[in-house]
Structure formats: C-alpha cells, structure tokens
C-alpha cells in the first residue's frame, strides 16, 4: 500500500488537516511495517527519491515531503509510534495504540473521541453519558445528559418524581414570588429568567430525541451540546449549594 493509492491527488493530499494525513501515513506504515520497527531516515530518503506523486511539480513534491515529517511528528506526539530504546536515533516502531487504530477511518474515530475531553466534563456527564458518546450513539447520548440536568434540578429543587420537563425548569427557576428553589435572588430581575429560559429552552430542544428535530447526530455537534448540559449541572450545583 502506498500513499498515492491512498490519496491519488497530490493537491488534494495537501489539503488534508493533519490529523487526516497522519491517517493516511499510519495506515501506510501499518500496512508495509506489521507491527515491526521501521527506520525515520530510510523512509523518509525514500520518500525524497521516489517520491510518491513523481508527476508533481518540484515544489508540491517538497511540500508534500515536508507535510508528511509533520504527520510523522503528530503519530509520534499522540504516541502512535515510538522510538525505539537501545536503537540508532532513526529507529522506531508502531505502539499498540498505532495499531489499533490503523487506518483513516480509525483515526477519524479517534478524531471524535477527543471532541468530548472526558476530564473536563462533569462528573455525572462523564459517568453515565461519555460512554455512549464514544459509541457512537450520538442521540442517545445527549438524550442522557439533559435528562441527567432534569433529574440534577428535581432534585436539587426537592421537587417531586412527576416533576419533569420545561414546567419543571420554570418552577425551579421562577422568577415572579416566592422565587424558585433555584433562582439566584442577587442576580437582577433580567438575568433571573434569562437563566430560566436558558434550562427551559435546553430541556424542550434536546432531551427528548425522539419528538424534537434539533437533537445533534453529528459527532462535533452532539460533543458541544454535552458540554453544554455539562454546564448546566455545574451550575445547578452552584445555586444548590
């Protein structure tokens, strides 16, 4: 396997983010190398004298060559290849994270994964919600999270189990007297139903996936919904407090 079969347009090759074109790279060094060491210098004289579009202009071989030492360098940052300890500076081999991977369409699965950083997530977000994400279960996982907010502001508001959905955002948040368990009495009258449309409007738009056509399916849009509801807990916990 080479990149060329890979990626048959040079332009195109050089169009790719890097973490695209570190897939590309890796599933070439997987395919050529099983999991055996490999040496930086000879690929890469390889690369310079055979290189892999031969009909590219000088300066889009160069450019390739260069984008290619970048993608090298970004597999090595990630820890998909490792130098090899006790060998020449050049000697290397692919870890077990590398293989696993493999391939682009494992790196672009890896790609999503780190659309969701699980360390900065809430803790109930990352508890019961993360996994489903990293399954692909886009839907469901959003679903999860505002309904873990729903349950957050039941609770925190000492509302009863058949409390749920918008009325119960705006009974926790209510800003007309007596104020809702949960509304900040410090903040001015504007800011208080802001806060409580914000919960409101975030329950009716995304807990309920199979009624509601906002619901994100797209990994990008489905890892910035949930760190939205991921806020949300943190700041019921704030006005619990």
Do not use: C
């Not at 090899?84 to 790196?107: L, P």
């Amino acid at each position: 396997m080479t990149i060329a079969t890979l990626v048959p347009d040079p332009e195109a090759l050089l169009r790719l983010a890097i973490e695209e074109l570190s897939g590309v790279l890796l599933e070439v060094l997987n395919s050529d190398n099983q999991g055996g060491e490999m040496n930086r210098h000879n690929f890469f004289m390889g690369i310079d004298q055979y290189p892999p579009y031969p009909d590219a202009a000088g300066g889009d071989k160069q450019k390739i060559a260069f984008a290619l030492r970048e993608a090298w360098s970004w597999l090595e940052a990630q820890g998909f290849i490792a130098f090899k300890a006790g060998s020449s500076g050049d000697m290397f081999f692919i870890t077990r994270s590398g293989r696993n991977v493999g391939t682009r369409e494992g790196m672009r699965a890896y790609s999503k994964i780190n659309l969701l950083r699980r360390g900065k997530l809430h803790p109930i977000i990352e508890e019961r919600v993360y996994a489903a994400f990293l399954r692909g279960e886009y839907d469901t996982a959003v679903f999860q999270a505002f309904r873990e907010v729903e349950v957050a502001v039941r609770a925190a508001g000492k509302f009863p189990p058949e409390a749920i959905g918008v009325k119960l955002m705006r009974e926790a948040f209510r800003t007309t007297p007596p104020l809702g368990p949960l509304t900040d009495a410090l903040l001015p009258a504007a800011e208080q139903e802001g806060m409580m449309n914000l919960f409101a409007g975030a329950i009716a738009t995304y807990k309920n996936p199979q009624s509601h056509r906002n619901v994100p399916t797209d990994p990008m849009d489905a890892a910035e919904v949930i760190v939205f509801a991921s806020h949300l807990l943190r700041l019921v916990d704030r006005l619990s407090q």
